[in-house]
């Protein structure tokens, strides 16, 4: 990929379980930013990170990000059948104008 | 409500039939993308404007070509396809979050079919 790697590829969980998946990515970043993407559609933003920045929680969402490992995780918490879809990662180098996603992640979530 | 609009949602061509595919914002955004997301691969980025200013990724094949006429269109034009550009293409803007980050938005995607 340009930029990441994912894993796991594909989650499958029951309806209210949690979901983990991972991002490790290559270079020095400004961000980190998690997108998701139903079947077909395009992507939409979920939850931005700093470089300088650990945790941070939005709703059922809770990203950390370790820039010494090069790696971050998304947790989905109390997860339900409408978050099935594929999830990505994103890193926008220094430049600040160019996103390279990750391997993405495809999360079933099974009522 | 504002929004990126690509057209068409579908296209389908032939083996070295030239295309375009367009993409509209009301976002008054600065930047534009262009991806190439073929199936269960990640987005690949092709090329960005910044305002005017085009913005070619090194690996981007040079069948792949685009103009950005206003600040609220942008076009890919694929010169001569073949089988290997099947895949869905995404448009995306730019504008600052409030902490002072860009965020992506995305059209719908327009999916191309080679035949």
């Known amino acids: 990929s340009q930029q990441g790697e994912e894993d796991p590829q594909a989650l499958s969980i029951q309806e209210g379980e949690n979901a983990t998946m991972n991002c490790s990515y290559k270079t020095s970043i400004n961000n980190l930013q998690w997108y998701r993407q139903n079947s077909g559609r395009g992507l939409v933003h979920l939850i931005l990170?700093?470089?300088?920045?650990r945790e941070k929680h939005s709703g059922r969402l809770r990203v950390t990000l370790d820039t010494s490992k090069k790696s971050s995780s998304l947790l989905i918490t109390a997860s339900r059948a409408a978050d099935t879809a594929s999830y990505f990662c994103?890193?926008?180098?220094?430049?600040?104008?160019?996103?390279?996603f990750g391997t993405g992640t495809s999360l079933t979530v099974i009522p | 409500d504002a929004m990126v609009i690509q057209n068409p949602r579908y296209q389908v061509t032939q083996f070295g039939k030239p295309v375009t595919l367009s993409c509209s914002q009301t976002?008054?955004?600065?930047?534009m993308y262009w991806y190439q997301q073929k199936s269960s691969q990640a987005p690949k980025l092709l090329f960005h404007?910044?305002?005017?200013?085009?913005?070619n990724e090194a690996d981007t094949p040079d069948n792949f070509q685009s103009r950005r006429p206003n600040t609220s269109f942008c076009f890919l034009d694929i010169r001569s396809p073949g089988l290997g550009d099947a895949a869905m293409y995404l448009c995306?803007?730019?504008?600052?979050?409030?902490?002072?980050?860009?965020?992506?938005?995305f059209g719908a995607g327009s999916r191309l079919t080679v035949l």
């Open positions: 994103a890193t926008d180098l220094n430049t600040g104008n160019q996103f390279y």
């Open positions: 404007y910044y305002d005017k200013d085009f913005n």
């Open positions: 995306a803007t730019s504008t600052v979050f409030r902490s002072g980050a860009n965020v992506l938005t």
């Open positions: 990170i700093r470089s300088n920045e």
């Open positions: 976002l008054n955004h600065n930047v």
